[in-house]
């Protein structure tokens, strides 16, 4: 697989991540099996959080809501398999007690990383990225807590989640280390970090954009909608997938993550698969080149209509 650097880091990794939101009840044998899976197709990018898990039965953790189950399982695959620690590079998020409040103050970012190395069994992750903004806690302490975070060695780099461009650059101001990257919502169904500025501000200060549900959460995979998405909106953007995945004769998973894959400023899509046939799969993304014109046809499949 191809491979990119984070931001402005010295992290090289292949240009697909693998998440692990959805892990927290595999069994350790299970969970080694999809990271040793992730890891030989070149995604070495191992992307978790301490609240995957949450609202779910926990077995690892003394939690009663499933609180860091997810990093849990994960913990117990490097225990048994220290190697593989190694071999990738390891992303973990805190902020959210859940389901609220989101807490960006120091002491308990600082206090949240350490409690995730417990159950990760490691010393120090590659990166450790701010969850979800907190609206109720200044960039000046957030910022403090973040490179604490770094001059302990808790974590080598840090970065955000779910924030706007905006509130990146308060953050940023208020920081002496870098943000290398974003990680928000974006799929050929959700395109707004293509209008919200965020991959703009990426270009802009070099910032990776780390794309959650590439897949738009399965919808793209199953062609099953559901909720929060417009129905007519979807038919359109599925159409346009399965007509490219006929003429690159691929399937329309493929030319989903092809599709952030395209963007200019390098956006590394994480997906979230627990199956490892289409962990495998989901790999061949990486030799599809979309031409532009295959870019805009999606955009405008989102739009509704053509570019003015
Ligand atoms: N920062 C944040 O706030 C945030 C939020 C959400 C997610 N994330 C990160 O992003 C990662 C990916 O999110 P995601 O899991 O929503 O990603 P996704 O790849 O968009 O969706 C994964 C879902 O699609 C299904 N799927 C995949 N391929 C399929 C196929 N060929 N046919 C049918 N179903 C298929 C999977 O089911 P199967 O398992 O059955 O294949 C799974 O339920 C997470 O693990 C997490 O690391 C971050």
Aim: overall charge neutral; aromatic content about 8%.
């Amino acid at each position: 697989m191809k491979t990119i650097t984070l931001g402005q880091s010295d992290l090289r990794v292949g240009r697909i991540g693998y998440g692990c939101w959805r892990m927290a009840q595999s069994t350790p044998k299970q969970a080694q099996a999809k990271i040793e899976t992730a890891l030989s197709c070149g995604m070495t990018l191992i992307d978790t959080a301490d609240i995957y898990g949450f609202s779910e039965p926990s077995k690892f953790t003394k939690e009663p809501d499933g609180f860091g189950e997810a990093e849990a399982v994960l913990g117990q695959v490097l225990k048994s398999a220290p190697q593989l620690r190694d071999q990738m590079i390891l992303v973990t998020k805190g902020g959210i007690i859940p389901p609220r409040p989101y807490n960006s103050t120091y002491d308990y970012l600082t206090g949240a990383l350490e409690r995730s190395l417990v159950r990760l069994n490691t010393d120090c992750v590659d990166l450790f990225l701010i969850h979800r903004p907190d609206l109720s806690t200044s960039f000046a302490q957030a910022g403090r807590a973040l490179d604490a975070l770094i001059d302990s060695g808790k974590t080598r780099y840090v970065g955000i989640s779910n924030f706007t461009a905006s509130q990146a650059h308060a953050l940023q101001m208020n920081m002496e280390s870098g943000l290398i990257v974003h990680q928000n919502e974006f799929s050929a169904l959700c395109q707004d970090p293509m209008t919200n500025g965020i991959l703009d501000q990426c270009q802009e200060r070099d910032m990776t954009l780390m794309a959650w549900s590439p897949l738009a959460g399965g919808a793209l995979a199953t062609g099953r909608i559901y909720g929060r998405f417009n129905e007519a909106m979807f038919k359109r953007v599925m159409s346009t997938l399965m007509r490219l995945a006929e003429a690159y004769d691929t399937t329309p998973v493929n030319i989903a993550l092809a599709f952030t894959l395209r963007h200019p400023a390098g956006v590394m899509p994480i997906i979230g698969t627990q199956k490892i046939d289409r962990i495998k799969d989901s790999a061949n993304a990486d030799n599809i080149n979309l031409t532009a014109r295959d870019f805009y046809d999606l955009i405008e499949a989102r739009r509704g209509e053509a570019m003015p």
